[in-house]
């Protein structure tokens, strides 16, 4: 039975700026052109683990993200769709327990994660590929004033200005 430090340490991850540990473990050799005229990779994958007392802030991309579950227990991705509206959102192996193997966080939503106990091992995608000029680290108090209604799951995944 494999344990956080195991992934750690075999997928050579680091600290993640959001929270958690990360590899990026593909980037696309086929190039695209951005909005800005910038290129990029076509598509980025990155292997990601959070752990027990870990979460991934909220904060928003401009692309697309797909999350695969790889190994440990289940994640919930927590996200405020363009409407306002709040989705929890599964990822794991129990189907019948509303678990998904693969969730898919749509460009410009925000959007965080947690892992409830032990650890989780999961796969991001983004296409085009990830670049940090698309992504937005969101403050607890932009939140909270844009969101009240969502206070409690933006009081523990949102980072403080």
């Given at each position: ?6 992934w ?51 904060h ?21 769709d363009l ?79």
């Amino acid at each position: 039975m494999y344990n956080a430090e195991h992934w750690k340490k075999v997928l050579n991850m680091t600290t993640h700026r959001e929270g958690g540990s990360y590899f990026q473990s593909y980037a696309a050799d086929y190039q695209v052109s951005d909005k800005n005229q910038n290129t990029r990779p076509a598509a980025t994958s990155i292997y990601f683990l959070l752990e027990e007392g870990d979460y991934s802030a909220f904060h928003r991309l401009q692309a697309d993200e797909v999350w695969y579950f790889h190994d440990g227990q289940p994640l919930s991705v927590w996200a405020i769709d363009l409407s306002g509206a709040l989705h929890e959102m599964r990822l794991g192996l129990d189907v019948d327990a509303g678990e998904h193997p693969q969730v898919v966080v749509p460009a410009g939503w925000i959007f965080g994660s947690v892992v409830d106990s032990g650890y989780a091992l999961v796969g991001c995608a983004v296409a085009p590929g990830f670049d940090y000029q698309d992504f937005e680290l969101l403050s607890k108090e932009s939140l909270l004033a844009d969101y009240p209604e969502h206070h409690e799951i933006i009081d523990r995944l949102a980072v403080k200005a």
